[in-house]
């Protein structure tokens, strides 16, 4: 790995220079997803396949091509209040930083990175909370979590000074893999 002057890591064996600073690349930048006003990164060749080779790609996404919600997390107080943030399969890390799958930018009491973790497992399709490697503790309905725990609809989890409350979208209800099934 190989550091470039505006401090990007990057793998010099694939790259003769930092591709996060090469003009009009647009890696690592953000842009406007529609008229939604999310950011999202700007990947170039996203979606052809072309951005996903060598990558892993999540059970879920590679069978029906998306990378759908499998749940949410509201967040029911603090600085973010009211805001919704959806859970992918597999790991969504909580944290300040953007780069987060939830990012809570403004809660100045959370970790910058890895706070906390919600995982999905699709094989068991089951959720589960775990703490992160950020300094920050993490509850789950008041109480702390230090080892992963099983994750269950309406719990609250609490972060800094952030509570969410966790809806799941995939259950005994509903799984991607069963509707692709139902398709065929």
């Not at 990164?41 to 396949?49: D, R, S």
């Not at 909370?129 to 230090?146: A, K, W």
């Amino acid at each position: 790995m190989k550091q470039c002057d505006n401090g990007h890591f990057y793998d010099e064996a694939r790259f003769d220079s930092c591709p996060y600073c090469q003009e009009g690349a647009g890696v690592g930048k953000t842009v406007a997803a529609g008229a939604i006003g999310k950011t999202v990164a700007a990947v170039p060749g996203y979606g052809t396949g072309e951005a996903d080779r060598g990558k892993t790609v999540g059970i879920i996404q590679k069978k029906i091509g998306i990378d759908p919600a499998v749940g949410f997390l509201i967040c029911i107080k603090g600085p973010h209040r009211g805001e919704d943030f959806k859970l992918c399969a597999g790991r969504n890390f909580i944290g300040r930083a953007s780069a987060m799958d939830v990012s809570l930018t403004d809660d100045d009491t959370v970790s910058r990175e890895s706070h906390a973790l919600v995982s999905y497992d699709a094989k068991h399709n089951r959720f589960t909370l775990s703490p992160g490697q950020g300094r920050g503790i993490t509850y789950c309905n008041d109480e702390q979590v230090e080892v992963a725990k099983p994750l269950h609809a309406y719990d609250i989890i609490e972060v800094g000074k952030s509570r969410l409350l966790f809806l799941p979208l995939c259950g005994e209800n509903f799984r991607w893999d069963d509707e692709e099934q139902n398709e065929d």
